[in-house]
């Protein structure tokens, strides 16, 4: 009887420490947030459900590789990091796991075709790729996570203010994946959590009481998303409700991560052979006639932009 009593007044012990300890990280969490987090935005309803979803992608998905302890360290091709990463994140993500067991789809690309690429793209309007560009050139001005979520406010009220409503959802949907996942990303690396590859210098430690003195840095900030404005730019629009947390979600997630853990290395190599690309596709004559690509576009700018999403050139040669 003694020992049973001694046994249950243990479990209650533990028990009570691990849930102090479960409040303690989601204390630290919200004393994370509020101390990067200096303004607020406002979204609808449907925008913010998809932002935040996104960003739950990011933690649940990571936790779970970090839990199979997915070891990238010995993979030093960018092409073969990207395939092995994509493939190993829709594998962890549970989003997919479901959407997979209830026969919605059976494997998931992580890119699109330059032909569909190119289908949405046309779709887009004049206003609507004036803001994806001022997006993606105020990430890349951005100097910290904090100055980025200023800017990514900032872009909020002109989209809310500026752009016709019919025409926000999806410019909208992107700064909310930004915001959302710029605070989560910025977290996970704070409390090193967030995946260590060959293309960081991220320690991964799973003691969660990581703070900037032991190297991480929330001002840091990899400040080439390119791929990831584009994707979430010219993808479906977003349906409110439990698909919000299914495929879509898992896309986006996996893109933005990928392009975070590879910025140092990727953002000057893909650049570079882009721009590469886009001189040899100018110097030639049928695509690089003004209005080519539709109207106030050649067709080189249109392969260049697709590019720089996908990492490839994949448009026709010029003439």
């Known amino acids: 009887m003694m020992k049973n009593l001694i046994f249950i007044v243990f479990s209650i012990a533990l028990l009570t420490q691990s849930c102090s300890q479960s409040d303690d990280f989601v204390d630290r969490q919200s004393a994370f947030e509020k101390e990067i987090l200096k303004e607020e935005i406002d979204f609808p309803k449907q925008v913010e459900a998809y932002g935040k979803a996104v960003a739950k992608e990011i933690e649940t998905t990571i936790g779970k590789l970090n839990d199979l302890n997915m070891d990238y360290s010995e993979i030093v091709d960018l092409k073969d990091f990207r395939e092995k990463f994509y493939e190993d994140w829709c594998n962890a993500s549970s989003a997919m796991a479901r959407s997979r067991a209830a026969g919605e789809v059976q494997s998931i690309e992580m890119t699109m075709s330059a ?19 001022k997006i993606i050139s105020e990430c890349e001005k951005s100097k910290s996570s904090q100055d980025l979520l200023s800017k990514l406010v900032a872009l909020n009220n002109e989209i809310r203010t500026q752009v016709p409503e019919i025409e926000q959802e999806r410019l909208l949907n992107v700064i909310a994946v930004l915001y959302y996942g710029t605070q989560k990303v910025s977290y996970l690396e704070r409390q090193g959590l967030m995946l260590s590859t060959p293309y960081n210098s991220i320690k991964l430690s799973k003691i969660k009481t990581r703070g900037p003195e032991d190297g991480a840095s929330i001002g840091s900030w990899c400040r080439k998303i390119t791929a990831t404005v ?37 953002q000057n190599s893909t650049t570079d052979y882009c721009n590469r690309k886009y001189n040899e596709c100018m110097d030639g004559k049928d695509y690089s006639q003004p209005n080519s690509g539709g109207w106030g576009y050649s067709e080189c700018r249109r392969c260049h932009e697709y590019c720089l999403a996908q990492g490839i050139w994949d448009c026709p040669r010029p003439n």
């Open 230 to 266: 584009w994707t979430i730019a010219v993808g479906e629009p977003t349906p409110i409700g439990e698909v919000v947390a299914s495929v879509v979600t898992v896309v986006a997630a996996g893109v933005y991560v990928y392009e975070v853990v590879t910025c140092a290395s990727q």
């Open 115 to 133: 032909t569909e690429f190119m289908e949405r793209y046309n779709s887009l309007t004049d206003i609507q790729l004036e803001f994806i560009r």
